[in-house]
Structure formats: C-alpha cells, structure tokens
C-alpha cells in the first residue's frame, strides 16, 4: 500500500475541498432567501393585475368599436333624425336595427354571457330599440331594467341617457344582474349638433361575469382586485369592498402603496386601463410575501444541512470503495507493462497514458468497421437502384438499411458535371478532378436537400445518385425541391466554377418504385446534350419528340467541308452513309427519321449559306420527304448538293434576309408560347431547319439564344398575369409551361424570386 498512499490522499482531500463549496454555498443562499423569494413573489403579482388589465381592456375595446358600430349605423343615423314619434315607414328600420342589435349580442356573448342587453334610446320619441324589442323608455325600464317603484334610478337613467357625452360608462343596479350592481356603456350617435344628443347606444354588462372568467383563467387564492372609476365607485363588487378606504386620486401607478382592511395590511398595486379613465387594483396580503418567503428560506436551510451530513457520509464511503478499481487497474496493467515501477510516483498519469494507447486501438478499429459498414451501405444502395427489387434478397443488414424507402413514395435524382474535362488533363488528373467534384456535389446537395428531405446517396460511376423519401401525403415537394436544387447548382458554379446537370426521375411506391425512378433518370441522362436546362426531370421529356438518331457533329463538318471545296461526290457518300446507318441499321421510326431529314436539310443550308445562299427552293430541298423512297430522298440529296458544289465562291452573308427571318421568328413565338410543344426543334420545324442552325442564326442577329428569347417571353406573359391575380398553376399552363415545377425554377431565374414570393410583394 505504500506505492499507492500518494493517490489515496489526493483522494481524501479532494472529497474534503468538495465539501467546502455545499457549506460556503448554503451560508450565502441563507441570507440571500428572503430577499429572492419576496421579488419572485412581487413578479408574480405584478404579472397577475397585468392580466386583469389586459383583459378587461381587451373586452372593453371589443364592447367599445361594437358601440362605435352602432352610432356609424346606418338605420340608427336615420332614425335619430326623426322628429316626434315614429312613422309607419320607420317599421323596416325599427325591425331591421332590432335583429342587427340582437346578432351583435349573440356575437359579444359568444365568449361568456358579459352583455345582458344592447339598447339605442331615441331622444326625440322616448323610444328604446333594443335586442328585446321596440318600446317606450318607460315600458323599457319596468320590464328590463327596475323593480315597480324605483323612480329615481329610472330617472337617473332616463338623464344619463339624454344628456350628450360621446362614451361614458355609469353602474347601476338592475334587474339584469339579479340585484347586482351592473355596468353600462354609453355612446352617442355621433349625429347631432355639438351639444346634443339625438340618439344614445347603451350596452348593459355584468360585471360578475367578467371577474369569474378573469379569476377562472388565472388567479391566486388569498389575492382581491376591484375596478375604480373617476368617481371613486368600485365598479365589480362593490358591497364586498365598501369599507375600504381607498381614494381614486391617490393610487399612483408602478409603486407599491400600503392600506388597512380588514384588521390586516395590505400591499396595493395599481395599473391604468387604455380604455377607460378606470384604475386596477390588486389587494395583497402582506402575510403571503413574508410566510412564503419564510418557508423557503427554512425549508432551503435545512436542505442544506441534511446534503451535507449525507454527503459526508457518502463521499466518506465512496473514497474507501473508489479506491480499490484504481488499485486493481494498477495491477492489470502491472502485469502486462515491461517498464516496471513506471506509475509508482504519479499513477493517474500512468493510467492516462494506459487508457489513451487503449483507445487509440479501438478508435482504428471503429474506423475500420464503420468503412466497411459504408462499403456494405454503398453495395446495397446500388443494388436497389440498378436492379428490380427482390424481396428473397433481402437480408437484416440490407433491412436496415432500406427500411425508410419501404413505405411512402420515393424519387431517384442523378448529378453529373456538365463542364467537359480540359483536353490537357492526364487521366490521372482527370480521375482526380472528377472525385473531388463528385465529393462537392455530394456534401453541397446532400446538405441541402437534408433539410427538407430524408435521403441516401451513392457514387455510380461518374455520377452521384440520391434517393429522396417523400412519404405518402408529400404533395408540394416539387417547389421545395426546384428551390434547393437552383440554389445548390449557382452555389457550386459560384464558388467551384463548374456546372451540374440534375436528373430527376418521377416519385413511386415503395421499395419496387426506387429502381423505376433510377430508370426514368437515367432515360433523362439522354437528353442533357440536347435541352439546355441544368434541371431535367422525366416528366417534361416522357412525352417529348425529341429521341436519339445517329448523326455525329463531325459528320455535319465534313459534309460542309466537302461542298465548300465543291466535292460533290464526297459530300453525297457522307450523306447516303448517314441515311444507311439510320433506316437500315438503327432502322429509326418514321418521325425520327422525319428529324434526320430536317437536320440534313439544315445542313445544306449551312453549307448554302457560305457558297452563297441559294433558297431551298432552288435546291429543291422542299421536295424532300419521308413518303418518298429512300433511292429517291437520295437523289433528291444528290442534285441539291451538285447545285450547291457549282456555285463559283463565296457570297454575301445575307444579313438582311436573316434579319427578316428573326423577325419572323420571333413574331411566332410571341404567336404561339402558350403551346406546351414550343421549344427549338418545333421552331425549326415550322421554318424548315434544323434547330441547331436556326439558333445559331438567331444568335447571330440578336446576340441571345433562341431558347432564352422563347422563356423570356413567357415569363413576360406570366409576371403579368401574376400581378392581376391569377394562381401559379393557372399560369403556368397560360404561358406554355407543362408543370408547376419547370415554371418555378425557369421564373426564379429569369426574375430572381419564385412566383408565390412576387404575389406575396417580396
């Protein structure tokens, strides 16, 4: 034990240093308790009279703008101009203010029973249209308001009520509250001569209703509160706070003020109504402070006490028994260290350098298993991807692992680099270039949609694959998803200078419905070479017109080399071989040889329009067709480009008729955008030339591309129908747009802001 009597006491005084901070603590909190508990308690109750004041004035400013309602009224204004007693033709204004009178309480009420009645007394005919009916002031009185015999309160009333005061408020007893004192609101018609009142609005409210749902809400037991007009009247519950002595004029608010009720002291605090000349009074025991105050403190003293006699017990005990895991670790190690006596003079730091090396081993061991966990994750995902899904395959790894993608709808998104590799890169360098913007792609998007969706993804190949779980009810993720992707494909050209293309394929059930979404991107790989957008999803190419056919951009530059240089028959074998390679061996279907044709004919045109722009009419180009045989379309090819090879040299560029022809252009698009169908090669079709070199001449002209010019001009047409209030959906499908989603990401590109975010004026 001598080698380890150096540890045992470092032990023994650090439990002892430890108990120096419970007694320090407990003597500072003793003294400190009294004082905390009174300012938590003063808080609460000042928290409490803030409530009653807000909900009170809260109801008083609904009852009030209900009053101002009534005197804006169009039937009470008409009404209060009558002289004398009513006429017959006054019944439809009389019946029709009696049924809005009655809505209007049925409405108040409909939080709590607060208005017993909503009455307009009429100066000029002593009548009274309430929600009980139209009478006579006096028949009012006796029915509703006054027992037999009260004359004075009766003509109290009858004064109030004639006399001109734009809002005021007076508390009467009356029959409406049983005998209880009951508050009454008052506003004239706004109508009259300064000076006089031709019409009075009065709501008839019970006091007593309004303090049971504020103390039902939130209130502490022990605690009084009363409501004090200007005149010094008590307006809730008067007969229970009569001997109080409390003057309107000395309550001051913020402070706290002290009176005696009760043969007790009492705490008064006191806020200002927003509404009403009334001041709110909370009447606080001063008992409640100084007892609960002086139960915490005791009650925290003798905590204190009993933590540290348990303490010492218990650290006591611990330091005897805590000792020996560190004797027997000494020992373990002992036996299997070859520098003996290494930990004698500080064994801590021998067990730390121990304990480091220890888990040094199993960190490397972690890493191995968690790359292998990621290799088996990759296999797996790969394999739901490219293969239909089979259920006898499944194993309880591959389980864990697909076990989100089983229920609700999933979609397949693939990023690949648009940008071509530089042609000076080895392929070493090349390798290295592409899995560094592979890791971009994968972090930046990864984090991104992460947020919105719950996803994996996997490296295939070139590319990076993400599967999206968009649950069963996920109906507007297609926004969202647009949103994420435009921010993420400008953040990565921005900040690595290069361009991703995102495929996505359409959402499906299950587990089955990964391996269709894979397919339906993949089948949208095709056409990145051939749309220019960098977001193509299945959807917008499923039904499109556009499909592969063989004829290489090389192929192209040597049929326009050999004419240029008027070698007819080298320029007819490239044409006859293309148009051999595409009806005998791919053996196009008709409307994708029907592309070719207008291709080749394009490229005709090109070559013209370098030897001098010959009209296709003059080639006869115009004859060609894919009813005629292809003997025939090939001598029809051969006499144009014969035509072509006799002209002697280069012309003029023709700028002016190509002018001519982008007006055109142009004119037809604004004729025809809101076609779903119009795009390029619908473009190239209607002026007979391939899209390619109908942009390049449009280009040409007008410095933009064709495409831009095309959703320009609907975005023009879609900000303007936005701005007359017309939904996104709608118009989207006006301006040409086959879904929402394109429409979103091609108008927040071209405007900078999605269209719900212009509708809402952001």
């Known amino acids: 034990m001598k080698k380890n009597g150096k540890a045992y006491r470092q032990l023994y ?93 049925v409405s108040i009420n409909k939080n709590g029973s607060f208005c017993k009645d909503i009455m307009v007394y009429f100066k000029n005919s002593d009548k009274v249209v309430s929600s009980f009916g139209n009478m006579d002031f006096s028949m009012y009185c006796e029915l509703y308001c006054f027992d037999e015999g009260e004359t004075a309160a009766r003509d109290r009333l009858k004064t109030h009520l004639s006399e001109y005061h734009f809002r005021d408020s007076i508390r009467m007893d009356s029959k409406w509250t049983g005998g209880r004192p009951a508050l009454l609101l008052t506003m004239t018609n706004l109508k009259g001569d300064f000076g ?86 909370l009447l606080m025991p001063e008992k409640l402070i100084s007892g609960s105050a002086s139960k915490m403190k005791n009650i925290f003293v003798v905590g204190i006490f009993v933590c540290l006699l348990t303490g010492f017990w218990a650290a006591s005990r611990m330091m005897k028994i805590n000792y020996n895991p560190l004797k027997v670790l000494l020992e373990v190690f002992r036996k299997h260290d070859e520098e003996e006596g290494a930990y004698v003079d500080n064994e801590y730091l021998y067990l730390k350098e121990k304990a480091m090396l220890l888990l040094e081993e199993r960190s490397d061991f972690k890493q191995l298993v968690s790359r292998s966990q990621e290799v088996v994750k990759q296999y797996y995902l790969t394999d739901l991807l490219i293969n239909a899904y089979d259920e006898s395959g499944d194993t309880p790894d591959r389980e864990l692992i697909c076990r989100q993608f089983r229920e609700g709808r999933n979609l397949v998104l693939l990023f690949l680099v648009k ?73 990565i050209y921005d900040n690595f200078n290069f361009r991703v293309a995102v495929l996505a394929g359409e959402p499906h059930n299950g587990l089955e419905g990964v391996h269709l979404s894979w397919l339906e991107a993949k089948e949208a790989e095709e056409f990145v070479s051939v749309l220019d957008p960098d977001f193509i999803s299945y959807r917008e190419i499923r039904n499109s017109s556009h499909k592969k056919y063989d004829y290489p951009t090389e192929q192209e530059e040597r049929i326009i080399s050999a004419v240029k240089n008027h070698n007819s028959q080298l320029a007819v074998s490239y044409i006859n071989k293309i148009l051999d390679v595409n009806f005998l061996e791919i053996k196009a279907s008709p409307e994708m040889f029907k592309y070719l044709l207008y291709d080749l004919i394009g490229t005709l045109m090109k070559a013209a329009q370098e030897v001098g722009e010959p009209s296709d009419k003059e080639l006869g180009l115009n004859e060609i067709s894919i009813k005629l045989p292809l003997d025939k379309i090939k001598d ?36 025809n955008f809101s076609n779903p169908d119009l795009n ?83």
Request: aromatic share 12%.
């Open 13 to 105: 005084l650090s439990y002892a240093f430890i108990f120096l901070i419970p007694i320090t603590m407990g003597i500072l909190f003793y003294f400190y308790a009294y004082r905390v508990a009174k300012d938590q308690a003063d808080a609460s109750n000042r928290s409490l009279i803030q409530t009653v004041k807000n909900t009170c004035d809260r109801e008083l400013g609904y009852y009030e703008n209900a009053l101002i309602q009534l005197a804006l009224n169009k039937n009470v204004q008409q009404l209060s101009a009558v002289r004398g007693e009513f006429r017959s033709d006054n019944s439809y204004q009389l019946y029709q203010l009696q049924n809005e009178l009655s809505d209007l309480q």
């Open 196 to 281: 006089e009142s031709s019409a009075m609005i009065g709501m008839w409210l019970d006091m007593e209703a309004l303090n049971s749902s504020i103390e039902l809400a939130a209130w502490e037991s022990g605690l009084d509160w009363m409501i004090i007009n200007r005149e010094g009247q008590i307006m809730n519950r008067p007969e229970e706070y009569s001997d109080i002595a409390i003057s309107y004029d000395n309550l001051e608010q913020g402070g706290d003020q002290k009176t005696e009720w009760k043969g007790e002291t009492y705490i008064i605090r006191t806020v200002f109504s927003d509404v009403f000349d009334w001041k709110y009074v």
């Open 419 to 491: 940008d071509a590799p530089n042609r000076g890169d080895s392929q070493e360098e090349y390798i290295q270039k592409n899995s560094l913007r592979k890791f971009i792609i994968g972090n930046v998007f990864g984090e991104g949609l992460s947020e919105s969706f719950r996803l994996e993804k996997v490296e295939l190949g070139d590319m990076v694959a993400m599967i999206l779980s968009l649950g069963k009810e996920d109906t507007a993720y297609e926004e969202r998803l647009a949103e994420i992707v435009d921010a993420m494909q400008k953040f």
């Open 636 to 671: 029809k090819f051969s006499a144009a480009v014969e035509e072509l090879c006799r002209t002697p040299e280069i012309q003029g560029s023709g700028y002016s008729q190509n002018q001519q022809l982008c007006q055109k252009i142009q004119e037809y698009i604004q004729e």
């Open 680 to 762: 390029i090669s619908q473009t190239g079709l209607y002026f007979h030339m391939t899209p390619a070199y109908l942009s390049s001449i449009y280009k040409k002209c007008t410095g933009d591309s064709l495409l831009k010019f095309i959703n320009q001009t609907r975005i023009d047409e879609a900000e303007r129908l936005l701005a007359e209030g017309i939904s996104v959906v709608e118009a989207a499908e006006r301006v040409g747009f086959r879904d929402s989603s394109t429409f979103i990401r091609t108008f927040k590109k071209f405007t900078g802001a999605t269209p719900g975010q212009l509708k809402s004026g952001r």
